[in-house]
């Protein structure tokens, strides 16, 4: 996984194996309010601890 083309690692256990998914960012106090943002979850195979961004930023590889 990278972000911005450098290779992204775990904060917490310095892994370097994720899983992403794309997810809902609620900015707007309201769930499915159509004002959301979309963001990006990435989620480390070892620890679980979930990495997310909002921006699109992170590709695959
Ligand atoms: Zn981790």
């Known amino acids: ?3 911005l083309d450098r290779p992204l690692t775990c904060v ?3 892994g ?5 998914r ?3 960012i609620i900015t ?4 499915n309010s159509g004002f ?3 963001g990006q979850a990435v989620t480390c ?3 679980g601890y979930i990495h997310q ?4 930023s992170v590709s695959p590889g």
């Open 36 to 38: 959301n943002k979309s």
């Open 1 to 3: 996984m990278r972000v």
């Open 45 to 47: 195979a070892a620890c």
């Open 28 to 31: 707007s106090g309201l769930a």
């Open 53 to 56: 961004f909002v921006t699109g």
């Open 22 to 24: 794309s997810i809902t």
């Open 16 to 20: 370097d194996r994720f899983t992403e």
């Open 12 to 14: 917490v256990c310095a």
